[in-house]
């Protein structure tokens, strides 16, 4: 049987070793997972999307992806630009507040991308381009590492800064936005902030947690009291 290498941060290593986990149980189990969720994303095309083959995908994201299809027409694939376009056009998304707590105007986002795309006329396309497919497969991987069961929005903006070849990404980069920041915000919201803040002070880890997110969350916070007011 094939032997696969696998590198710990130190303390994880240490805590593994000391619960005695079955180590090689546990990562074939999750290497089948990732295999079955890449693939699905390679064999998916657009002729036959449904939401079986996009069952792991949040609603939002269904829509995203939905709304990229349609802003492609007229062009023989479904591009990266097109699933940014599909984030934008949705307006609800986790993704887009992200963008916002890193100080990342959506607008901003839409008029540069908009003078990148032509109208969109013509015939639906029927395929994913090797940038979009290549993005869609980072999302996943994003997901997988971050330790979701699901796929969301902000999972594909990650998928998007990932890719580095695709129109979506570059854009995003040349308007400040980097992957390591952007995985760092997702993580702040979904661990949720206002949980951290209520948490007693006294825990070392959560105290180190805190002062990490401390940018974000004020961030956060004037973006609630902005919208309280209106």
Excluded: W
């Amino acid at each position: 049987m094939p032997k696969v290498n696998v590198y710990l941060p130190d303390e994880l290593a240490d805590a593994v070793k000391a619960a005695a986990l079955p180590v090689s149980a546990i990562c074939q189990r999750a290497l089948e997972q990732s295999v079955r969720r890449v693939t699905a994303i390679r064999a998916m095309t657009l002729t036959d999307l449904d939401d079986s083959q996009l069952s792991q995908f949040t609603e939002r994201t269904r829509t995203v992806i939905r709304l990229a299809v349609e802003r492609a027409a007229g062009t023989p694939s479904v591009d990266t630009e097109h699933l940014l376009a599909g984030i934008l056009t949705e307006g609800t998304n986790l993704a887009l507040h992200v963008l916002r707590a890193m100080e990342i105007d959506p607008a901003l986002v839409q008029n540069a991308l908009a003078a990148r795309l032509p109208a969109a006329e013509g015939d639906l396309p029927t395929r994913f381009s090797n940038f979009a497919s290549n993005a869609l497969e980072l999302t996943v991987t994003e997901a997988l590492s971050l330790g979701h069961n699901y796929v969301g929005c902000e999972h594909l903006l990650l998928g998007l800064l990932s890719e580095p070849g695709g129109v979506a990404g570059d854009l995003l980069r040349e308007l400040g936005v980097d992957l390591r920041t952007t995985r760092r915000t997702v993580v702040a919201a979904l661990t949720g902030y206002q949980h951290l803040r209520a948490q007693p002070g006294n825990d070392p880890v959560l105290a180190a947690v805190r002062a990490e997110l401390k940018p974000i969350v004020e961030r956060i916070e004037r973006l609630e009291q902005q919208a309280s007011s209106k």
